[in-house]
């Protein structure tokens, strides 16, 4: 019976209106070219806010094959969610953790500590745990004192369950490499460095660098310095620097028209009617909005594709309704798809464009991506 009723299923398999689709060799290769640029640092990608709104799982199950340090995560729920699909990559966690949520069970993870009641607590609760000490470089935001290291050290010395398996830190501007700031931020971190070694302790990583970073590939100047970079935006394809071709976008976020509607010169559309026909125009009608993560701020700016044709958002982008000008598409149908956010960086729909055009940066774009839309992987 089992068996009948998912055969059946299987038959009528849910099809969803809008769909994410997650690019595997773009991913790959990101992660082969990044770690390429330096072969003396290991590249850890960072999987918080939902992978940037890629998807958690399904970027964890692709980049396991590539035997990664660590996947850095933010969170003891995004670690959790990771080690339910038995991922074979070690887990980072870099945020805060809620010592009580440590009680529950022994858990394989290792942490980022900046915070001393929090060594306690690992020591407690989690033994034989490893830690990754966080340096407050200079950026002012988490992170222990420089002022304060030596206390944390002295901790960690009469700690014998912990395991010091890193140090680390983060730099406030990398894509300013010579800039007062990180130089300062650099000196100090070979400071801290040098105290751990002063202490006779010997962390296996060293990890300051970031997307950013790692771009920068001026790591001959700081020789030793690191040999892991946590990187993010750049395993995805994004390239902060916006100067690099060799990385490629993995996510592409795809809809359909609902709707096909004509109006006549003068009509209004959307909310407040923002938007006033200036011709005779035929509009689609596709269902997602802001709450999919279309932003609002693309409202009458941002574009979309259609059959290869550019056309525009007109109206205001509701929460689960955006409105487009299909006038110029070929015998447009309901059902046709809609590229909303294209993977390639020179469309004018391009997560990087949709950005600018919302004076915003693409990971706010893509960690809006909503959880519930469906990912697939092609």
Request: proline fraction near 5%; aromatic fraction near 8%; include cysteine.
């Amino acid at each position: 019976m089992f068996n009948t009723l998912k055969r059946v299923f299987s038959l009528f398999s849910y099809s969803p209106l809008n769909q994410i689709e997650i690019s595997r060799k773009n991913l790959i290769a990101n992660y082969k070219y990044l770690r390429s640029i330096n072969k003396n640092i290991k590249i850890a990608p960072v999987l918080k806010s939902n992978a940037y709104g890629h998807g958690i799982l399904e970027v964890a199950k692709i980049l396991d094959q590539v035997r990664a340090p660590f996947y850095c995560v933010d969170s003891i729920y995004e670690a959790y969610e990771l080690l339910k699909i038995e991922v074979k990559t070690p887990i980072l966690i870099m945020g805060y953790i809620d010592p009580e949520n440590l009680k529950v069970k022994k858990l394989p993870f290792s942490y980022s500590v900046f915070d001393l009641k929090m060594l306690s607590h690992l020591a407690n609760y989690q033994p034989d745990c490893r830690i990754h000490l966080f340096i407050d470089t200079g950026m002012n935001r988490e992170g222990v004192a420089l002022e304060q290291l030596s206390i944390y050290l002295d901790q960690i010395k009469k700690l014998p369950q912990i395991k010091f398996e890193g140090l680390m830190s983060h730099l406030a501007s990398a894509e300013l490499m010579e800039s007062v700031q990180n130089l300062r931020q650099i000196k100090n971190f070979n400071i801290a460095k040098d105290l751990v070694k002063k202490y006779n302790l010997h962390p296996k990583w060293f990890h300051l660098f970031a997307s950013k970073g790692i771009l920068q590939n001026r790591f001959t100047k700081l020789k030793n310095l690191t040999n892991m970079a946590r990187v993010g935006m750049a395993i995805f394809g994004i390239d902060p620097l916006g100067v690099n071709e060799n990385l490629k976008p993995v996510v592409k976020l795809k809809s359909k028209i609902v709707q096909i509607k004509r109006v006549g010169k003068g009509e209004l559309v959307g909310y407040s009617g923002t938007f006033k026909a200036k011709k005779d125009m035929i509009l689609g009608i596709l269902p997602l909005g802001y709450n999919d993560g279309v932003d609002r701020r693309l409202s009458n700016r941002g574009s979309v594709k259609v059959a290869s044709v550019v056309c525009p958002i007109i109206g205001i982008v509701s929460m689960n309704i955006t409105t487009i000008d299909i006038t110029n598409v070929l015998n447009p149908k309901i059902g046709d798809e809609v590229v909303v956010f294209s993977n390639t960086p020179s469309d004018p729909n391009s997560l990087e464009n949709a950005a600018k055009i919302c004076k915003t940066i693409p990971y706010e774009i893509l960690v809006h991506l909503a959880p519930s839309t469906k990912r697939v992987v092609v």
